[in-house]
Structures are given as C-alpha cells and as structure tokens.
C-alpha cells in the first residue's frame, strides 16, 4: 500500500508518495488557483500513472492547503453576520487600538469582515465567573436572525461575553438561528476558541465562519474528485499545529488550516534533523510567492498562540512561523523615490515570472537567478518546464538595470541582494530576537526556491551547517507523510499560581482529557496510539502577555518543574526573570495526539558514483567578489551517499536547485540529504 502527503502553494502543487518499503517518488504541478482540488487530483492521477500504481492501492492522504490563508488575505470569503451582547458589536472594529505601524500613517487596518449594520446585538449577559446576569433574549434573537436572512447573509457568528465561561446563552441562541435559517454555517465562539480576551475571541471565531462555507464546498469538491479517480480512503488535512485533521473536523474549525502547508514542512525539518544528529534547526521555506521561516529546538517546533493573518488576529495553536512575501515569484519594482524594492505583492502561478513564458512581465527573483545562470537557463522539472531566460533577462534590463544605470549582473544580483536581507530579517526574528544563539543551529533549506538562497542567507545569519533534504521542493507534502493527528483544547483559568492550589489547577485538566478522549474517539484513534501533552500559559503579575510552559510528556506536571521552566523561558525571550513576583496562571492547554504509523526513515540504496552525476560546467554568476565562474553541474538524485562537492557548483533536482559556493564543502549523507559546511570546514 502507498501514502501520499500533497502540499497546495502559490505557484505549484507538490505531491509525496511512500511505499510501505520506505521508497519513495515525489512530483510536481503548476497549481491551480481558481480551484486547487483540479491540481491535486491531476497531479495525483499523473504521479500514479507514472509510479505503475493503481489507486486502490493508497491507504492514506494527507493534504496542506492554502485555501483558509487566501479567501482571507484576498477577502473572497462568505458575508458574515454577527449576534453578540448588547453594547458590544464595535469591539470587531475597536480592537486594541494598536496602529499596525505607530509612526506610518500610510498604512491603515484591514476592512472589518463584519459591517456595522450586519453586527446585531441582543439582550443577554454572563459574568466572568458564568454567572447568568440577564437571561438571553429569545425573540431578540429571532429577530436578528431574520434580519440577517434578509441580507443574504451566508454565515453567522454567534460571540457573547464570557460565553468560555458559560457557553449556554451562545449554543441556545445557535438552535434558535437554526430554525430560520437552517442552511446557514454557524460559528460559536465557545467552540471555536473558549478562552477570555473578547476581541481576539471574536476576531477568530468570524474568520472561521468567513471562510467555513467556501471551505466546506472546497473540501466536498476535493472528495468527490478523489472518489472518482478510485480513492477509498477519505484525506486528512494538516491544521496550524503540524497535525491531522479529518474533513468533519476541517468544515468545522477552518479557521486552524490558515499556515497549513507550512506547518507540515515544519514537522517533516523536525523529524529528519533529530534522526541525522541535527536536532536544532532553523526552518528555511523559499516557495513562489512567500519565505516562511521557524525554529525547532531539541527536535520540536516552537509554538504559538496568536498571530496575524493578513492582519486580522488569530488566536489557535500554531507553530511559530513566520511569513514574509519573498518567493520565486516576487516581483521587483521601484517605489517613488527610485529605489529598489521586492515583493510583497507577487507574480504566482499565473502569470508567473517572465522565465516561465505565461505572459507574466514584471522580473521576479527567479528571473534574477535565470538571469545568473544560478537556475538552468534551459528547462525546469526534469526538462518539462521550459525556461525563456532571454526575456527574463530583458524584463531585468528594461526595468531595473537601465533605470537604475546598473548592470544586468548587478540588477540581478540586487535583486537577490534585497531578497536576501528580507529572508535573513525574517530568521532573526524567530531566533535572536527571542535569545536564540544561531551559530548553534543548522539551517534546514527547502521549497522550491529555498536551497538557491541558503548559503547567502547562512553566511549573513551566521549559520555554520545548511542542510537541504532530498527533493526540498516537496518537502512540505513530504511533511505531511510525518504528521500525526492532532487537535488542541484550551480552557482559561485565572488563578495565582502556588504550591497549595497546585492539585486544583491539575484537576482543571481533567474536563480538557475528558474532551480530547471524545475527540479522539471520534477520529477512531485505538487507545494505545494516544498522546496528551500538556502545557499552561502563564505571566507574571502586572503584565499583559503571557508565554507558554511545555510539561514533559509521559510526566505529571509538578510545580516545581513549572516554576523553573517558567523562569528560564521568561528571561531566554525577555532577558530577565523575577523570583519574588506572583505568577499567574491564565490558560490550561491539551494537545490531543493520535499517532499515525509511518514508514521509518530509510538510508538510500544509489549504485552510482560522482561522475555518473556530473552532468556538464556552465558558468555562473555567484556575487560581485567573485564574479562569473565555471561551476559543476550535478544531478542530484544520482549523487552516491558520502559523496562530496567542493564549491562552486549547482545541483540539480526534479523539484529544486541548490547552490553551494565558493569555499564552502557539501556532502550527501546516508539519507540522502544534502549537508553544506559554510568554509569547508570540517570540524563544525
């Protein structure tokens, strides 16, 4: 039997598929935007033909998806109604009333999903502690809701005050919509996120129900496709936290899918640095529209609890990555004063960048790197993409190197130059910026466009060891291959943390392990498969942020263990702690983790030597130091385990290109991924 892990991006469908021997074959398609289950199920039905595979012999799919991120960022989701506490209804539009750039005026907030007069308020009120204060208005509800079917409106969010505490009120007010309205797809904010901080609570809970309903006919769409090509088995979907969802679960918290592609990739970097010696990691994701950087550490990826998605708050388990819009496909343009600039915005698949011949126009970073010769100025994926280096470098010449009264070389090296300092901005800010020395990680380079950046981006960060696994171009849906299934169950309970209420916060836990065994039980997960990991947001006293406290699994969480991790994480990110200061405890956090059997890593069996791989030189353009120079050309997949490169050089693969450059050593481990030594030195 064969598992297959795809990963949906900007510019290309990637595909992973694993025999139960451990072999496994990767393919690659343009993506299709307009409805990505197209590209999938193709890039499926292609990739099996190929292989000799029928489908009745895949016993699992697991998928990332982009589909949450995009009807967000391009505001394409569903028209949103609001029922919330009398006197409340401005709190979307309030906020925290922190300006996205304090001294930019220029850059204003995103629109609010929810307009002024689709935000309907009704009679109702529970205290912090769930005390019932004013009974829910029934009829206030019935009416708002018939308002709200007059609009049209296709999705409602149903957000009272204190509702984590007592979700009563909201659940009843959710029978009452259902009755005028049967068809619509309701999202309750204590089901969504059940913890105290009422705009981040509301903000989450209406992007779910934004981009629910296009979610829900995505993934029907998805199925009944995979259905037809002779899927049995119905496709898992990777969630923010790195794990498994099913579909149910998918259609009813979308919302958690919004860094779902990269978060697979996230977890396949973890797995294979702790299985080659290379535990710390810094995670380093190049695709065709974005760069999306994290940090693992002693082989787990760093998490966190809220962030922004095209500048709307997000308040769900996540790994801590951060996204930038650097790709393959970012565009380089010159802003007002004539200076030169790349990305955010970007050419994607369609038109794509110039070198594609899709009718894009505007030169891109992959354009610079045709334009160098860094990339093959001939064709792409194994010789089925053509490459128009000729127009690509003409793009670079009509609109940077002229206007600029640069060079070609120079316009394409810029180009890449600016790219590179947004990319390595990028890593301080999961690294250093949160007391992380980078000199003691390795820099783990995939995606498409991810090797041809890492040396530069290493030697900039000061990262002595790239590691680029095998194929990088399809590591996220490789990722997925990795992943478990996993969901997180949160609960808030303020309280002051001591020795003696120590039992009561562990017994705070046993409602989150009474749900999370529902949960499981759901996913017909069998018992001995089952994984709790536990962790507390806590602070110290006065302050307004909190940090999250990881407890061993296969532990009981002991006090002691909590206040000393909490101490040394605080002054690691903060640079200081506190011993005599109160700590308080704010939210209870359950990761539900059903372990899924994969096929081990298995060391590569290639009868092949250096020369069999050496495919010609070419000369390519590394840097201004060291201008044009005649670098080896490789093919990378018939490259023998131990082999090793000296650089310059270029090794080329189906899914990716990587550079290695001059003075730096590379070597093919028995696993087959690509380590480089930054200097050629061998005792780092």
């Not at 999705?155 to 005050?161: D, E, K, P, R």
């Not at 082989?299 to 708050?313: D, E, I, K, L, Q």
């Not at 951060?322 to 343009?333: L, N, T």
């Amino acid at each position: 039997m064969y598992r297959i892990g795809i990963d949906v991006g900007g510019t290309f469908t990637d595909l992973s598929m694993i025999s139960e021997d451990g072999e496994v074959s990767f393919y690659k398609t343009p993506s299709t935007p307009h409805d990505p289950s197209e590209a999938i199920i193709s890039g499926m039905a292609e990739m099996l033909q190929e292989q000799r595979v029928s489908p009745s012999e895949v016993s699992h799919i697991g998928h990332g998806t982009t589909v949450a991120t995009n009807l967000i960022i391009e505001r394409k989701g569903a028209v949103v109604g609001l029922i919330t506490t009398r006197g409340f209804r401005d709190i979307l539009e309030i906020g925290r009333q922190v300006r996205p750039h304090l001294y930019d005026y220029n850059v204003q907030k995103p629109d609010v999903l929810v307009p002024r007069e689709l935000r309907m308020e009704v009679s109702e009120r529970v205290d912090s502690d769930g005390n019932v204060l004013e009974v829910l208005d029934e009829d206030q509800v019935r009416q708002a809701t018939r308002f709200l079917a007059e609009k049209n409106v296709g999705a409602v969010t149903i957000c009272f005050l204190h509702a984590y505490k007592n979700p009563d009120h909201e659940r009843r007010a959710k029978e009452l919509v259902l009755e005028i309205m049967p068809e619509a797809y309701i999202s309750l904010s204590s089901d969504i996120l059940p913890e105290f901080r009422e705009y981040e609570r509301l903000s989450t809970t209406v992007l779910n129900a934004t981009i629910g309903p296009k979610m829900s006919r995505y993934l029907d769409r998805f199925l009944s496709r995979a259905t037809e090509l002779g899927i049995a088995n119905e496709p898992r979907t990777v969630h923010s936290n790195g794990g498994l969802m099913s579909m149910e679960s998918v259609r009813n918290y979308p919302v958690r899918t919004c860094l779902s592609g990269p978060a697979a990739g996230v977890v396949g970097a973890a797995i294979i640095g702790a299985a080659i010696g290379h535990p710390d990691l810094v995670t380093f994701d190049v695709g065709g529209t974005s760069t999306d950087v994290s940090l693992i550490q002693q082989g787990r990826a760093v998490f966190t609890s809220h962030r922004n998605v095209a500048g709307y708050p997000v308040k769900t388990p996540m790994v801590d990555i951060h996204v930038i819009g650097a790709g393959g496909g970012s565009i380089a343009w010159r802003d007002d004063a004539g200076a030169l600039k790349v990305g955010p915005h970007s050419a994607g698949a369609v038109p794509g960048p110039v070198a594609y011949g899709r009718g894009g126009q505007e030169p891109t970073i992959t354009d610079a790197e045709v334009t160098l010769q860094r990339l093959n100025p001939h064709t792409l994926l194994r010789g089925k993409m053509p490459v128009f280096a000729a127009e690509a470098k003409e793009a670079i010449r009509k609109q940077v190197a002229e206007p600029l009264s640069l060079s070609i070389e120079e316009a394409a090296e810029g180009i890449l130059r600016i790219a590179t300092a947004n990319m390595s901005r990028a890593i301080r800010s999961v690294s250093t910026e949160k007391g992380y020395n980078l000199s003691k990680f390795a820099l783990f380079a995939y995606g498409g466009a991810g090797p041809l950046h890492a040396v530069e981006v290493a030697e900039e960060c000061g990262i002595p060891v790239v590691i680029v696994p095998q194929e990088p171009g399809t590591m996220c849906a490789r990722g997925v291959l990795l992943a478990d299934i996993s969901f997180d169950f949160v609960k808030s309970d303020i309280s002051v943390a001591s020795a003696e209420l120590w039992d009561r916060v562990m017994a705070s836990f046993s409602g989150l392990v009474v749900q999370a065994n529902d949960w499981l039980d759901s996913e017909n997960i069998d018992a001995e498969h089952r994984v709790l990991r536990l962790s507390i947001d806590a602070r110290y006293e006065g302050q307004n942020f909190e940090i999250q406290i990881p407890f061993p699994e296969g532990t009981d969480p002991t006090y002691a263990y909590f206040l000393e991790e909490f101490q040394q994480i605080h002054h690691r990110e903060y640079g200081y702690k506190l011993p005599a200061r109160k700590i308080h405890i704010i939210n209870l956090r359950l990761q539900a983790v059903g372990r899924v059997v994969k096929v081990s890593l298995s060391e590569r069996k290639v009868d092949t030597t250096l020369a069999d791989a050496y495919l010609h030189s070419r000369q390519v353009y590394v840097n201004r130091e060291h201008g044009w120079v005649e670098a080896k050309v490789y093919d990378r997949s018939l490259m023998p385990s131990d082999a090793i490169v000296d650089g310059p050089a270029i090794l080329e693969e189906m899914s990716s290109t990587t550079l290695i450059g001059v003075g730096h050593k590379a070597e093919i481990d028995a696993y087959g991924n690509l380590i480089i030594r930054l200097g050629a030195k061998d005792d780092e």
